[in-house]
């Protein structure tokens, strides 16, 4: 997989965090991503990653991720991790029926290889139908298992579900 599409894989996650069992725009995987920064600084060497910065924006059908920097690690040649930070971290995508999905964090780290994704400092997800805020959110792609709270997995989580017919935020 290429690292845009590590990229996409990135932003997926987020969606699927925060809204249960629905997807993020599948559609949106099948189009081009662009990347845009102030700067590049990128190696075939696996033993540096390459860096984005200058203010980072990934673009991909619905999908938009902002961030100061994003850092891409490789191994064997292919993307191993991704670590997104700064200004702070943004995301939103359209899920695939249509309703918006908006997630913010300090940093955004994931690890390609144990598909793990970890948001840390002030992380908020928010969809229609509820949101979800804490200092850490641990996301395990192959389990499904996401665990919130501060930090070191302590401290406190707050959560907002709104039933399906209606209700108020």
Request: hydrophobic fraction near 35%; avoid cysteine.
């Amino acid at each position: 997989m290429t690292t845009p599409d590590r990229l996409a894989t990135l932003a997926a996650i987020a969606l699927l965090l925060a809204s249960g069992s629905l997807w993020a725009r599948s559609s949106d995987r099948r189009l081009p991503m662009d990347i845009d920064g102030g700067s590049a600084d990128y190696s075939v060497d696996d033993n540096r990653p390459t860096i984005i910065s200058g203010g980072v924006t990934i673009t991909q059908g619905s999908l938009r991720i902002t961030a100061s920097r994003a850092e891409i690690s490789m191994s064997g040649g292919d993307p191993s991790r991704a670590v997104l930070t700064g200004g702070p971290v943004k995301l939103s995508q359209q899920l695939d029926d249509g309703t918006p999905m908006n997630a913010v964090a300090s940093r955004v780290d994931y690890d390609l290889k144990s598909e793990v994704v970890l948001f840390t400092g002030s992380v908020t997800i928010q969809q229609p139908r509820g949101s979800l805020a804490g200092d850490r959110v641990t996301y395990n792609m192959r389990s499904g298992q996401v665990a919130s709270g501060g930090a070191a997995g302590g401290g406190r989580v707050k959560m907002r579900i709104l039933p399906k017919s209606g209700g108020t935020r």
